[in-house]
């Protein structure tokens, strides 16, 4: 799937009457409505149009196999003129989806594809990953044993250099001091070195 398009497979809620209601639900990254009379004005709720902008998030999320949780805090009704069947797509926007705000374009459309009304809501979200996080409270400058990592479900959403494994953690250093349950990334750790004080180093040399 084009992460730049809602899923490909249209959700669709059949609609009618002068102020659109819900009238069954069968998907919701597409919305179809009649209006029972095309010269006024066809109002689509804000649960409809919240319902469009979740669902299209979350089909994204389900084909890239990510673990999200999302909330459209600001939804208004849209209200449309000039068509018996105007329907609602939702499509994301191009962006770091992984990060926590996403931004869903809303695009009214005519029985001919035409856009009768474009609206951008802003999506709050929270992805999930299984990540390396502080097993205790560790000091700066403190070596990172066995005991002192595991691996837990935590919002990874906006944090870069987060670990999906323990391994590379082992023996590195930690550069900034850090509570029990803080998810472990690059910036706080130094790796540990491939050579330390004591070590017996072997030198090999080839010549020609």
């Not at 389900?62 to 009704?77: K, Q, T, Y």
């Not at 044993?145 to 987060?162: A, F, K, L, Q, Y």
């Amino acid at each position: 799937m084009n992460p730049r398009t809602s899923a490909s497979s249209p959700l669709k809620r059949t609609l009618s009457g002068k102020r659109i209601r819900a009238a069954s639900f069968l998907a919701a990254a597409l919305f179809t409505a009649a209006a029972t009379h095309p010269s006024s004005a066809a109002v689509i709720p804000a649960d409809m149009v919240r319902a469009a902008a979740v669902d299209a998030v979350k089909a994204y999320a389900a084909a890239n196999g990510l673990d999200m949780v999302v909330e459209i805090p600001h939804a208004r009704p849209i209200e449309v003129r000039g068509t018996e069947l105007p329907a609602l797509k939702a499509s994301l926007l191009a962006g770091d989806i992984r990060s926590q705000t996403a931004s869903v374009r809303m695009d009214v459309t005519g029985p001919d594809g035409s856009v009768l009304r474009r609206i951008h809501l802003a999506a709050r979200t929270k992805t999930f990953a299984m990540a390396a996080v502080a097993a205790r409270d560790i000091a700066r400058g403190d070596s990172i044993g066995p005991g002192d990592v595991t691996i837990e479900r935590m919002v990874v959403g906006g944090i870069r250099g987060w670990y999906a494994d323990t391994g590379p953690l082992i023996g590195a250093r930690m550069t900034y001091a850090v509570r029990e349950g803080t998810v472990l990334r690059s910036a706080i750790v130094r790796p540990a070195p491939l050579v330390r004080r004591g070590d017996t180093v072997t030198l090999k040399a080839a010549v020609g």
